[in-house]
């Protein structure tokens, strides 16, 4: 059963350290995002890759994050210095899309604690 | 205005009963109409998806969408204890000038089914 790999699946870290979550798509998956999600804002787009190319990051802070595909089967995100606002759920998803008309896969999600 | 809405619920439904899911959206120029569910401390899974104005139906599954009145809906007949989840309304938007749409969530709306 094909499945979308975040690592890590936890992490707590103190204020102003560096953090790193990384993810692997669906194999032959073109098209990768990273989500946060909060209680109070739900799901939030962060970044959006097709084909490795980053194609929409509007959603994503820029000063302290940073996301890439260094090749087709990892994607990272990096926050630098992190903060404790940054403390969500960091999913990632691929799916396999010409045009818009397609669902994606869901990671398990990166629980991301800052103190 | 958020770009998609929901109640946020709980909804909550007797058991064999319907459950009915709305969700309204901003942008008139949108395609593609997902419903995603998503079990406490679990990922999204999508569930639905629709792309023509009428009802789609997936066996206990019903989308409905009327793009005149940026409308969509989710219907569960025969409600399940196992349905009890929060259930997300997504929107492809686009395309952007990078190429490519992006996918919106909802908050979300919470369902519980009584048994």
């Known amino acids: 059963d094909a499945r979308v790999t975040q690592t890590p699946r936890h992490k707590v870290t103190e204020m102003g350290q560096e953090v790193t979550m990384r993810c692997q798509p669906i194999?032959?998956?073109?098209?990768v995002f990273w989500y946060r999600q909060t209680m109070m804002q739900g799901l939030e787009l962060l970044a959006y890759f097709r084909n490795r190319a980053p194609l929409d990051d509007s959603g994503m802070p820029k000063d302290r994050f940073s996301a890439e595909m260094p090749d087709a089967t990892l994607a990272t995100l990096k926050i630098q210095p992190s903060e404790p606002r940054d403390s969500a759920v960091y999913f990632c998803?691929?799916?396999?899309?010409?045009?818009?008309?397609?669902?994606?896969?869901f990671g398990s999600g990166t629980r991301l604690t800052v103190v | 205005q958020k770009e998609v809405e929901q109640n946020s619920g709980p909804l909550s439904v007797p058991e064999g009963a319907i459950a009915s899911l709305n969700c309204t959206y901003s942008d008139r120029g949108s395609q593609s109409f997902f419903w995603y569910r998503q079990y406490s401390g679990k990922s999204p899974e999508l569930i639905m998806s629709i792309y023509s104005n009428g009802d789609k139906e997936d066996g206990r599954f019903t989308a409905q969408l009327n793009k005149a009145s940026q409308y969509v809906s989710l219907l569960i007949r025969d409600s399940q204890p196992s349905d009890s989840a929060t259930y997300l309304c997504?929107?492809?938007?686009?395309?952007?000038?990078?190429?490519?749409?992006?996918?919106?969530f909802g908050a979300g709306t919470r369902l519980f089914v009584k048994a």
């Open positions: 997504a929107v492809n938007k686009g395309p952007l000038r990078t190429g490519g749409f992006k996918t919106i």
């Open positions: 194999l032959g998956h073109n098209t």
């Open positions: 998803a691929s799916g396999l899309v010409p045009g818009s008309g397609y669902g994606y896969t």
